[in-house]
């Protein structure tokens, strides 16, 4: 069996996705390693995953880790609307 340009080009777009879902985790304050792996193994579904990750600031609306104690773009104090 040999690899042809079509499996290449699968596993250049595959191995971009696991990319964007580690950099995204990595963002959101999450594992870079972590997320590469879930990217790796998920495709999409992982990127999406990645994106979910993170919740919204109630100030500023900008997402952020969802351990964060503080907003790291406004600065608010606990940062999550409660419930
Ligand atoms: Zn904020």
């Given amino acids: 069996m040999s690899f042809g340009f079509e499996q290449i080009a699968i596993a250049v777009s595959w191995l971009t996705l696991a990319l ?3 950099v995204i985790g990595a963002n ?3 594992s870079f390693l972590v997320w590469f792996a879930a990217g790796l193994f998920l495709g999409p579904l992982g990127v999406v995953l990645a994106f979910w990750e993170g ?3 109630k100030s ?3 997402l952020i880790p969802e351990k964060a104690r503080k907003c790291p ?3 608010t104090e606990a940062p999550f609307e409660e419930g």
Avoid: V
Wanted: a positive charge; one cysteine or more.
């Fill in 73 to 75: 773009y406004c600065q």
């Fill in 55 to 57: 919740r919204s600031c």
């Fill in 20 to 22: 964007a879902a580690a």
């Fill in 28 to 30: 959101r304050g999450s």
């Fill in 60 to 62: 500023c609306r900008k």
